[in-house]
């Protein structure tokens, strides 16, 4: 049994990858704001839950979960989350701020996350984890040192590595250096691990130092055997349909400027606002008889024919994301932006299973 913890967690990228591979594992913790944020400081919120813990006795973790829940805005990760994986209550975090993984210490295999890309270009004083304070990335190379997992899997965008002329970089593999691991990475495309999307993102794997592993060989590329019609639907609701504005600037380069891509064997990069501020991936396809009688689409001409154009829905991106029997639970544009927010779960796929090549995992 493989226990797995993941912080940054969104909609359970890595988690999906353990289901889809059928290995057997536990998930000892998550965490994620859902994109919510608390209006107070950092240091007024630890007075905060200093003065309730003496006055209620209620603990660090209730305390935070409350002033979420006084924003009055749901935590939609999470919604899509407890939907898909087996996961309590207790394991579950509001604010990476404010999980300890000193509780945990020892008790994980593998920890994944991907925080946030923050400007680092006041740090690099070469003062370790303290270069990095103020920074998501600090809570997360903190929980890295306090729990000790046998490996970790960093992932980020990939200008992390140019990010503020590559000083960035150099803090961030001094921080993981620091904490006693090696250190092994590159930049993977998910089309080359049969997904049909250009998605270049950079992955870290932490191995601990004491393990002994010295070298690390990432996956190898695989051949793409499906494009990205494969993962489209068949029939699909009127209501994903563009109308007169939106088929001209899908279609009209003029208009759109490059940010619309149609009919593509390989999309695009999938992001967070793909679908809801018309930029990112459409489809052009011939008008179905009950679309010229539908005030709501549009029927127009592309390549001299008669055409619709219509949105991805959100299972499509979910698919071409690599996810797989996804639950959703949320309303559309939520699950657009927990799409594009994810992780593609086939190099994940590939990466652990190239981990467990090296590393025994679980018992």
């Given at each position: 049994?493989?226990?797995?913890?993941?912080?940054?967690?969104?909609?359970g990228a890595?988690?999906?990858?353990?289901?889809?591979?059928?290995?057997e594992?536990?998930?000892?913790?998550?965490?994620?704001?859902?994109?919510?944020?608390?209006?107070?400081?950092?240091?007024?919120?630890?007075?905060?839950?200093?003065?309730e813990?003496?006055?209620?006795?209620?603990?660090?973790?209730?305390?935070i979960?409350?002033?979420y829940?006084?924003?009055?805005?749901?935590n939609y990760?999470?919604?899509s989350?407890?939907?898909?994986?087996?996961?309590t209550?207790?394991?579950?975090?509001?604010?990476?701020r404010?999980l300890?993984?000193?509780?945990?210490?020892?008790?994980?295999?593998?920890?994944?996350g991907?925080?946030?890309?923050?400007?680092?270009?006041?740090?690099?004083k070469?003062r370790g984890?303290e270069?990095?304070?103020g920074?998501?990335?600090y809570?997360?190379?903190?929980?890295?040192?306090?729990i000790?997992p046998?490996?970790f899997?960093?992932?980020?965008?990939?200008?992390?590595?140019?990010?503020d002329?590559?000083r960035?970089w150099?803090?961030?593999?001094?921080?993981f250096?620091?904490l006693?691991y090696?250190?092994?990475?590159?930049?993977?495309?998910?089309?080359?691990?049969?997904?049909?999307q250009?998605?270049?993102r950079?992955?870290?794997?932490?191995?601990?130092?004491?393990?002994?592993?010295?070298?690390?060989?990432?996956?190898?590329?695989?051949?793409?055997?499906?494009?990205?019609?494969a993962?489209?639907?068949?029939d699909v609701?009127?209501?994903?349909y563009l109308?007169?504005?939106?088929?001209k600037?899908?279609?009209?380069?003029e208009?759109?400027?490059?940010k619309?891509?149609?009919n593509?064997?390989?999309?695009?990069?999938q992001?967070?606002?793909q679908?809801?501020?018309?930029?990112?991936?459409?489809?052009?396809?011939?008008?179905?008889?009950?679309?010229?009688?539908?005030?709501?689409?549009?029927?127009?001409?592309?390549?001299?024919?008669?055409?619709v154009?219509?949105?991805?829905?959100p299972?499509?991106c979910?698919?071409?994301?690599?996810?797989?029997d996804?639950?959703?639970?949320?309303?559309?544009r939520?699950?657009?932006?927990?799409?594009?927010?994810?992780?593609?779960?086939?190099?994940?796929?590939?990466?652990i299973?190239?981990?467990?090549k090296?590393?025994?995992?679980?018992?």
């Amino acid at each position: 049994m493989i226990k797995l913890a993941t912080a940054f967690s969104g909609i359970g990228a890595v988690e999906q990858a353990f289901k889809q591979l059928g290995l057997e594992h536990n998930i000892v913790f998550a965490c994620d704001n859902g994109e919510r944020y608390l209006k107070q400081s950092q240091e007024e919120l630890l007075d905060i839950i200093k003065n309730e813990s003496k006055k209620t006795g209620k603990t660090q973790k209730q305390v935070i979960e409350e002033l979420y829940d006084q924003t009055g805005k749901i935590n939609y990760v999470k919604k899509s989350y407890f939907a898909n994986y087996k996961i309590t209550e207790d394991n579950w975090y509001e604010d990476v701020r404010f999980l300890s993984g000193i509780p945990y210490a020892g008790k994980v295999d593998l920890f994944v996350g991907g925080s946030p890309c923050q400007s680092f270009s006041t740090y690099g004083k070469k003062r370790g984890l303290e270069d990095t304070r103020g920074t998501l990335f600090y809570e997360y190379a903190r929980l890295v040192s306090e729990i000790k997992p046998k490996v970790f899997i960093y992932e980020n965008v990939r200008g992390l590595l140019s990010h503020d002329s590559g000083r960035t970089w150099k803090t961030i593999s001094e921080v993981f250096d620091s904490l006693n691991y090696q250190i092994f990475y590159k930049v993977l495309d998910a089309q080359y691990y049969d997904l049909p999307q250009m998605r270049k993102r950079i992955f870290v794997v932490g191995i601990r130092k004491e393990l002994g592993i010295t070298s690390f060989e990432f996956p190898e590329r695989k051949p793409l055997s499906k494009k990205a019609t494969a993962y489209l639907d068949a029939d699909v609701p009127d209501e994903y349909y563009l109308p007169e504005k939106g088929f001209k600037w899908v279609t009209e380069w003029e208009r759109n400027q490059g940010k619309a891509r149609v009919n593509r064997d390989i999309i695009g990069c999938q992001t967070a606002v793909q679908q809801i501020n018309w930029s990112g991936d459409f489809r052009i396809e011939k008008p179905k008889p009950s679309h010229y009688t539908n005030p709501n689409i549009y029927v127009g001409k592309y390549n001299g024919e008669d055409a619709v154009a219509r949105k991805l829905t959100p299972d499509e991106c979910l698919r071409l994301m690599g996810f797989k029997d996804f639950k959703i639970v949320n309303e559309d544009r939520i699950m657009y932006r927990q799409s594009g927010n994810s992780i593609a779960v086939p190099v994940l796929k590939a990466l652990i299973l190239q981990i467990l090549k090296y590393v025994k995992l679980g018992d």
